[in-house]
C-alpha cells in the first residue's frame, strides 16, 4: 500500500468543479427518496417506517427508511457475532483490501454523496465534500493502521524466554454515529471497528440514514461479510436496545453528551452471562473558544472565528462558541466580529453563495432561538444576521458580549449559529476561565507572542488545539481528533492510538530453556 | 515557440540593453542606515531561522502595546533561532532586563520604521504628494496602492472605497501642478494620465468568496462604480490589482463586467493585472485579449504583467489541500513564460496598452527589445518598479530615456505589515533577482536566457 495520503478535496474556486456538484445534485434528484432499508446479515428488512428530510425545504423527503426495532438490534448482534470470527480470521491485510476498496467506491460516487449530504443534512458544499473526503481517508488510514498494528510492538528479550504481543479484537462493536458529519464519522468509527477485526452493528443517526446506507452498501460491495457489517435505521430505543445487549464488546458512539453519558452507565453493567467489561469510546460535547491576545492579527483572527462559528452553523462539535478576547484588543475585536457576522449570508446548502445553512430540525432552531433569547436578555447582542429565509430551520447567526458569567449562553453546548465575546484582562485569566469548564474538546488561541502559546499550550485542557487559525476541520492523520474531560473518553480519531480502543492486547512469554539449553 | 523568439536580433539587443541599463545603475548608497538595512536583509537571506524570526518580528510590531512588550516579541523569535550572529546575542542579553529591553525596543522599532519607510511613500494621499511629485521631476511617473487591513465588514470596503475617492481628488487635483514631462504624458495610441490609483478588490467587498465569485463580484461592483466614474471625470487611470487566486476569477469577472457597461466605454484609463507564475496565465491572456478586442475603448486597456506576489501562498494552499500548484515552482519556467507572455502582450497592441512589471534586468531588458523589434518606440512599453525595491532600476530606466511607474504604496504602518513582509520575504528569496544582483552574480548570468 502506498503511504496514507488526505484525499484531496475539490478545489471549488474554480467554476468546473462547482459545476460537477451542480450537475451530481441535478441527477440525484429525481431519485429521491432514496429507499433504506435494515440490513441484518443478508436480511433486507423494511424500509418504510420513518423519513429524513432536507432542513432547508421540510416537505422535501430526501430518504424513508425501515424503522429498526429492538428485535432487529438482537438478531443484528447475533448476525455480528456469528460473522465475527472469519473477519477476525482473515487477518489484517485481507481487512485491509476490503477497506481500501470501499475507499474507491466511495471515490466513484463522491459528487453523489456530497449531494445527498446538501440535501440530508444542509451541508453547503464545501463541507459536504469535505465530509466525502474524510471518510475516504478514515478507510485508508486505518487499513493502513491495521496491518501496522498487526505486527505488534517490540518487547524487552531476555536468554531463554521468548515474549510476544499482539492483539486481538474484541467481538461485536455497536457503532452509534450522529448527523452532522453523516458520512465521515460513521465510517471513521466503523472503518477502525472492522480494520481491527470486530464486526459492527452501524445505528445511523435518524436525520441522515441515507449516508449511512452508501457506507454499508460500499463496504459489503468491497468484500465484508453481510454479517460484519449491519444497518439498523431507527431512533434512540434501537440504540439503547444494542448498548444493553450482552453480547456487545465495544460501543463507539459520537454525539451529545446526554446520551453518551447515558451509555457509560448503562454499559457499565455486567449482568450474569456477559463474559467481559464493555468498552466505550464517546466522543460528546464541547463548548469551544478561542483565546485573542493583544498582538493578534486581527485580519486573520476575525474571519477564522466567523469561520469556525458559524460554518455549518455552528453546528460542528468542534465549532466556536466562546471568544475569551484581551482587553487591549477586545474593542476592536468586537467592532470587526460585529460586522462580519452582520454581513453572512443565511440560505440554502445548494448555493454557494451562503455562509450560514439552516440547522438540522425543529428542535435545533427552537433551541438555538431561545438561547438567542437567553443571549438579549443575559447581554448584548452586538451582531445578528436577521435576513433569514421564512421555510426552513433557519436561525439568525448571532453575536453577543457583556453576559455574566453564570449565562447559560457561556456554559452549554448551543450546537447552533451563536458566538460569545467575553473580555479578559489578560492571558492567564482566560486559561483560568477555560480551567473552570467542563468540557475540552478544541480551543483556538491567536497570539504572535511564542511565550504565550507556549504558556496557552501547557495550560489548556482542550484535546485540540489551534493556534492562529480556525479550529474546526482536523484532518485524519494530520489532526488527531477527541476531546477531553467531559468531552469525551477514548482516543483521537484519525490517529495513531485510536485502533488500540478496538482491541487487547495479548502477551504470551514462552520458556525457551530446556535442561540447561536453550531452545530457540 | 514562436519564431520571434529565436529571433537572434533580440537577443543581441537584449542584451546591449541590458548593458547600459547596469551601467546606469547608481554606486551603493553610502547611507549607513541604509546599509544597515542592506546587512540585516543579506543575514535574513543565508539564514532560514533568522529570516523567519525577522518576519514575525516585522509582522508583529505594530500591535505590540509598549516598548517593553516589543523587546519581549524579539527576544522570544530570536529564542528560536539556532546560531546566532553576535548583534543578535547582545540583543537577547539586553532582553533579560527591563531597562534592557526598553533599549531594544527603541533600537527594533526604528529599524521597523526605517524599513517601512523604505516601501511606503506616506501614511496619506497627501502626505505622499511631495514624494508623487519629486518621482515625476526625476523622470518615473507613480501608481498609488493604499495600504489596509483586511476587509471583513461593510463599514470597511465603504471606508475603503472613500480613501480611494479621496485619494484620486487629492492626487488629481495636484498633478496639474507638477512640470512636463512629455516622455510619460503620452504613447503612440494617445495621451497617459498623471494621476494614477491602484485598487484592490478584495478591500472593496467583504464577501470574497473563491467558491461563489459572483458574490464578491457584485458587492465590489456597487463600490467600484464610483471610483471609475470619478477616475473617468478626474482624467485619472484606475488599475485594478491582482491578488491570490482565491479572488481571481471575481477580480477577472468584475473587470470584464464593469468595463464593459456603456458609461465607461470611453473612460476611464483602466487596467488590470497579468501574473506570469500562475500556469494558467497563457490561457488567461487568450479571453483577455478576446475580451479587449470585442470592447474596444478609448484610451485602451492597459495590461500589466507581473511575476506575481502570493508565490508562497499559493504553494502552501496547494499543498495543505492536495491540489496542483497554479503556479511555475522552477523559476526558469516562470521566467520563460514571462517572456512569452511579454511578446503575446506587445504584439497585441493597440487593443492593449502594455506595462511590464519586474525587477528582472533580463525580463526588461527582452521587453524593451522586442517592443523595438516589432516597430515599437521606446514610450509604447511602460515599466514598472515597486518603491522602496525598484528605486535604483527606475533612475537607470528614466536616465536611458524609458517610461517608468513605481508602485507606491500609502498608508499607515499597521496596514502596511502585510504589505511589507511580502516585500521583504521578496527581496530575500534566493532566487530573486535583486538578491541575486546584490550577491555579485555576473551580469552576463544575470542576462541569460531563463
Known amino acids: 500500500m502506498k503511504p496514507f495520503a488526505n484525499e484531496p478535496t475539490l478545489e471549488l474556486r474554480r467554476a468546473p468543479a462547482r459545476e460537477l456538484l451542480v450537475n451530481a445534485l441535478r441527477e440525484l434528484e429525481p431519485k429521491l427518496p432514496l429507499a433504506v432499508p435494515v440490513l441484518i446479515g443478508r436480511e433486507r428488512g423494511a424500509h418504510e417506517g420513518f423519513e429524513s428530510t432536507d432542513p432547508g425545504e421540510p416537505d422535501r423527503v430526501v430518504a424513508t427508511a425501515g424503522r429498526a426495532t429492538q428485535v432487529d438490534a438482537g438478531a443484528a448482534v447475533e448476525a455480528a457475532a456469528a460473522a465475527f470470527p472469519a473477519w477476525r480470521d482473515m487477518g489484517a491485510n485481507a481487512r485491509a483490501e476490503v477497506l481500501v476498496g470501499a475507499a474507491q467506491i466511495l471515490r466513484s460516487r463522491r459528487l453523489e454523496l456530497a449531494a445527498l449530504q446538501v440535501r440530508e443534512c444542509a451541508k453547503p458544499w464545501g463541507e459536504a465534500d469535505g465530509d466525502v473526503c474524510e471518510a475516504i481517508d478514515f478507510l485508508e488510514y486505518y487499513a493502513r493502521e491495521a496491518v501496522r498494528l498487526e505486527h505488534g510492538p517490540g518487547l524487552l528479550q531476555v536468554p531463554g524466554e521468548r515474549n510476544t504481543m499482539r492483539y486481538e479484537p474484541r467481538g461485536v462493536c455497536v457503532v452509534i454515529a450522529p448527523w452532522n458529519f453523516p458520512l465521515a464519522i460513521p465510517t471513521g468509527m466503523t472503518s477502525a471497528a472492522l480494520a481491527a477485526g470486530n464486526s459492527v452493528v452501524l445505528k445511523p443517526a435518524e436525520q441522515s440514514p441515507a449516508s449511512a446506507l452508501a457506507l454499508v452498501e460500499a463496504l459489503r460491495e468491497a468484500g465484508a461479510p453481510p454479517g460484519a457489517i449491519s444497518l439498523l435505521p431507527g431512533f434512540g430505543e434501537v440504540g439503547a436496545a444494542l448498548v444493553r445487549d450482552p453480547r456487545v464488546h465495544v460501543i463507539a458512539f459520537t454525539g451529545s453528551s446526554a446520551v453518551g453519558l447515558e451509555i457509560v452507565r448503562s454499559s457499565a453493567d455486567t449482568p450474569e452471562g456477559q463474559g467481559h467489561v464493555k468498552r466505550v469510546v464517546a466522543e460528546m460535547g464541547g463548548k469551544n473558544a478561542v483565546i485573542v491576545d493583544s498582538d493578534a492579527d486581527l485580519d486573520d483572527a476575525v474571519p477564522a472565528i466567523v469561520k469556525s462559528a458559524f460554518v455549518y452553523a455552528g453546528q460542528k462539535c468542534s465549532a466556536a462558541s466562546r471568544v475569551l478576547a484581551h482587553e487591549g484588543v477586545a474593542d476592536a475585536l468586537l467592532e470587526r466580529l460585529s460586522g462580519a457576522v452582520n454581513v453572512l449570508i443565511v440560505g440554502q446548502a445548494d448555493d454557494f453563495a451562503i455562509d450560514v445553512p439552516p440547522v438540522i430540525e425543529r428542535d435545533a432552531q427552537e433551541r438555538v432561538v431561545r438561547y438567542v433569547d437567553i443571549a438579549a436578555s443575559d447581554g448584548r447582542i452586538v451582531g445578528q444576521q436577521a435576513k433569514i429565509p421564512a421555510n426552513g430551520w433557519f436561525c439568525p447567526p448571532t453575536l453577543v458580549t457583556d453576559l455574566p458569567a453564570d449565562s447559560a449562553v457561556l456554559r452549554d453546548e448551543i450546537f447552533g449559529p451563536v458566538l460569545a465575546v467575553e473580555r479578559v484582562r489578560s492571558i492567564a485569566e482566560a486559561c483560568d476561565a477555560l480551567e473552570r469548564s467542563p468540557f475540552a474538546l478544541t480551543g483556538g488561541l491567536f497570539s504572535r507572542n511564542p511565550e504565550t502559546v507556549a504558556e496557552v499550550t501547557r495550560r489548556t485542557p482542550v484535546g485540540n488545539l489551534y493556534v492562529n487559525r480556525h479550529i474546526t476541520g482536523a484532518m485524519v492523520g494530520r489532526q488527531p481528533f477527541g476531546g477531553n474531560r467531559r468531552s469525551g473518553i477514548g482516543s483521537k480519531a484519525g490517529g495513531p492510538d485510536y485502533l488500540l480502543q478496538f482491541v487487547e492486547p495479548r502477551v504470551v512469554t514462552e520458556n525457551t530453556m530446556r535442561h540447561g539449553l536453550v531452545v530457540e | ?450
Request: proline share 6%; net charge negative; charged share 25%.
Open chain 2, 1 to 450: 515557440m514562436s519564431q520571434v523568439e529565436d529571433d537572434p536580433g533580440v537577443e543581441a539587443e537584449l542584451g546591449e540593453v541590458g548593458r547600459a541599463l547596469y551601467g546606469s545603475f547608481p554606486q551603493r548608497s553610502r547611507n549607513p542606515v541604509k546599509a544597515l538595512d542592506a546587512r540585516a536583509m543579506e543575514l535574513a537571506s543565508q539564514d532560514a531561522e533568522l529570516r523567519a524570526a525577522l518576519f514575525r518580528f516585522v509582522d508583529v510590531t505594530p500591535a505590540c502595546r509598549s516598548l517593553d512588550d516589543l523587546a519581549r516579541h524579539l527576544s522570544g523569535y530570536l529564542s528560536e533561532v539556532g546560531e546566532k550572529p553576535p548583534p543578535l546575542e547582545v540583543a537577547m542579553r539586553m532582553a533579560g532586563t527591563k531597562p534592557g529591553r526598553a533599549a531594544l525596543g527603541v533600537a527594533a522599532a526604528g529599524g521597523v520604521r526605517h524599513m517601512a519607510h523604505r516601501f511606503i511613500v506616506g501614511e496619506s494621499p497627501r502626505k505622499a504628494l511631495p514624494v508623487l511629485r519629486e518621482l515625476w521631476e526625476d523622470g518615473a511617473a507613480s501608481s498609488v496602492d493604499l495600504l489596509g487591513e483586511a476587509t471583513v465588514t461593510e463599514a470597511e470596503a465603504d471606508r475603503y472605497a472613500a480613501r480611494c475617492a479621496e485619494a484620486l481628488d487629492t492626487i488629481a487635483e495636484a498633478a496639474p501642478r507638477w512640470p512636463e514631462r512629455p516622455q510619460l504624458e503620452a504613447d503612440s495610441l494617445g495621451p497617459l494620465p498623471r494621476a494614477n490609483l491602484s485598487v484592490k478588490v478584495s478591500a472593496l467587498t467583504p464577501h470574497i468568496r473563491p467558491d461563489a465569485p459572483a458574490l464578491g463580484r457584485e458587492d465590489a461592483s456597487r463600490r467600484m462604480r464610483p471610483l471609475l466614474r470619478k477616475a473617468r471625470d478626474l482624467g485619472a487611470h484606475l488599475h485594478i490589482d491582482m491578488e491570490s487566486l482565491d479572488a481571481l476569477e471575481t477580480t477577472m469577472d468584475l473587470i470584464f463586467e464593469l468595463l464593459d457597461e456603456d458609461e465607461f466605454r470611453e473612460g476611464p484609463s483602466a487596467g488590470l493585472v497579468l501574473q506570469a507564475y500562475l500556469r494558467e496565465s497563457p490561457n488567461q491572456l487568450d479571453s483577455i485579449l478576446a475580451w479587449a478586442r470585442e470592447t474596444p475603448r478609448t484610451p485602451p486597456l492597459v495590461v500589466r504583467l507581473v511575476k506575481g506576489a502570493y508565490w508562497d501562498h499559493e504553494i502552501v494552499e496547494a499543498r495543505q489541500h492536495g491540489w496542483d500548484a497554479p503556479v511555475f515552482e522552477v523559476k526558469a519556467e516562470c521566467d520563460r513564460n514571462y517572456e512569452q507572455l511579454t511578446r503575446r502582450l506587445l504584439d497585441a497592441r493597440p487593443a492593449v496598452r502594455v506595462a511590464v512589471a519586474s525587477h528582472n534586468l533580463r525580463s526588461i531588458s527582452h521587453a524593451i527589445a522586442y517592443n523595438r523589434h516589432s516597430g515599437g518606440e521606446n514610450g509604447d512599453v511602460e515599466l514598472q518598479v515597486l518603491r522602496g525595491l525598484g528605486d535604483e532600476l527606475a533612475h537607470a530606466l528614466a536616465a536611458q530615456g524609458f517610461r517608468v511607474r513605481v508602485y507606491c504604496p500609502v498608508g499607515d504602518l499597521v496596514a502596511g505589515m502585510a504589505y511589507l513582509v511580502r516585500r521583504l520575504l521578496e527581496n530575500t528569496s534566493n532566487e530573486s533577482f535583486l538578491h541575486e544582483q546584490a550577491m555579485g552574480v555576473p551580469l552576463e548570468e544575470l542576462l541569460a536566457a531563463p
